[in-house]
Structure formats: structure tokens, C-alpha cells
């Protein structure tokens, strides 16, 4: 599967092990992200000590239990992602505390993290991340996705903080708010219909 913006500059396809090396080379490129995350931040080895986060992404990318839109340039070049997986898949989510106290269904699919180059942001990256993520959940038969993106509009929000990206992107593609959960978090969702 491959999805392409309306511009043609950019193209998402699924993480896996054919574009692991695209991949790697991203995050190594942007140290790691987030000081060495390696996008394993909601993932259940997150937090263990002694573990190679470049290693237990990998295992999962090729033993098919890690999965992302992977956002590549019309060179082949890695510029983004939007990580997506099952709740299994995906155990963390953000602020914990204020979702339990009053928590949705659980959902099919969980949308935490979306990422883009430092020196490609504003550039629909994201968005094109978001579409390929929504292209591969319908073709996997769809379901209920959530999320937990950040409000922005009104206000000047760091892009360090919006790294499961804005609310008002995610209501382009048909999500509603659910609750408030942080200042500017809230929890969204939506049907996916299968392909």
C-alpha cells in the first residue's frame, strides 16, 4: 500500500521490515528522538532498564508488532510517521491518571505519536502521516481509533509538546472530542470503516 499526497512530494507507507532502514536512518538523524525514544515510548518494554530502544523497536518493526505510517520524500527519504497500534500493542498513553478516572471504550487502535523532521515541519507531513495511518487501520478491517492530541487553536503551543499533533488536524479526519484530560489534551475518536 501506498498512499500519495495531493502534491506528490511525499508518500506513506507502512514501517516494516522493507523500510526499516529508511526508518532508522530518520530517527538516528533527529538523535534518537526525544533523547533516544525510538518511538518505544508507549510500548510495554518502555521504562525497563538496561534495553537497546533501537533494538526493541526493530524486533517489534520486523516480528510485525509495531506499526506506522512512514512518510517518505520523492527521494526515498524518510521525513515523518504516525505510529499507530492496538491497545496490547500500545500499553502507555498519555496522561494516565485523568483518562482512568472516567475512561471511554476501549478502543480497536490507538494513534499516540506522530513525528516529523525538524527541517520538514509545516510542509503536510504530518497530515500525509495521519491519511497513510488511517489508510493501513481500514485495510487492517477498521474499528474505533483514539487518540490524545493537543488543542492549539487560540494559543502558541512548543512543537515538542504536540508530538500526538493537534486536535483541530485530527477533526479534519473525522474525529470528535471526548473529554478533556490535560490543559490542551483532549481524547479523540472515530470509526474507521474497513477498506
Not at 48 to 60: N, P, T, Y
Not at 135 to 154: K, L, N, W
Amino acid at each position: 500500500m501506498t498512499l500519495r499526497d495531493e502534491t506528490g512530494e511525499y508518500t506513506a507507507r507502512p514501517l516494516d521490515g522493507a523500510t526499516w532502514d529508511v526508518f532508522a536512518e530518520l530517527v538516528e538523524r533527529n538523535n534518537g528522538v526525544y533523547g533516544g525514544c525510538w518511538c518505544i515510548g508507549y510500548h510495554p518494554e518502555c521504562g525497563r532498564h538496561g534495553l537497546s530502544h533501537r533494538a526493541v523497536k526493530e524486533d517489534r518493526v520486523r516480528t510485525d508488532r509495531a506499526h506506522a505510517a512512514l512518510v517518505l520524500d520523492r527521494d526515498g527519504v524518510a521525513q515523518g510517521w504516525c505510529q499507530f497500534g492496538s491497545p496490547e500493542e500500545l500499553t502507555d498513553i498519555k496522561h494516565r491518571r485523568m483518562y482512568d478516572k472516567d475512561p471511554p471504550p476501549r478502543p480497536d487502535w490507538r494513534i499516540t505519536c506522530i513525528y516529523v523532521d525538524k527541517g520538514h515541519r509545516g510542509q503536510g507531513i504530518a497530515r500525509t502521516a495521519l491519511e497513510g495511518a488511517l489508510d493501513q487501520i481500514a485495510r487492517a478491517g477498521g474499528g474505533s481509533a483514539e487518540a490524545i492530541p493537543e488543542v492549539t487553536a487560540g494559543r502558541e503551543a512548543q512543537g515538542r509538546f504536540l508530538f500526538s499533533a493537534t486536535v483541530e488536524l485530527f477533526e479534519e479526519y473525522g474525529f470528535s472530542r471526548v473529554r478533556q484530560v490535560g490543559k490542551h489534551a483532549w481524547i479523540v475518536r472515530r470509526v474507521v470503516d474497513p477498506a
